[in-house]
């Protein structure tokens, strides 16, 4: 099947309406970001405990 003029191959197609080709891949973009934005801002807020628990738990005694 051919792809339609303005489309990336019919992949911006949704519910038989189409999205505008930046519409669709912003919302690519922007999913994948929330993501790793919220992983990195809980990484960076329990870093400190992520390392003291990391030393407690190497020593002896």
């Known amino acids: 099947m051919a792809?339609?003029?303005?489309?990336s191959?019919?992949?911006c197609r949704r519910r038989g309406?189409?999205?505008a080709d930046g519409?669709?891949?912003?919302a690519m973009f922007?999913?994948?970001?929330?993501?790793?934005a919220?992983?990195?801002?809980?990484?960076?807020g329990f870093k400190a405990r992520?390392?003291?628990?990391l030393a407690t738990t190497g020593m002896k005694g």
Not at 30 to 36: G, H
């Open 30 to 36: 922007a999913m994948p970001t929330l993501a790793l």
């Open 17 to 19: 309406g189409r999205l």
């Open 3 to 7: 792809a339609q003029e303005g489309t």
């Open 23 to 26: 519409a669709f891949h912003s």
């Open 50 to 53: 992520l390392v003291q628990g």
């Open 9 to 11: 191959g019919g992949y």
């Open 38 to 44: 919220s992983t990195l801002i809980c990484f960076v």
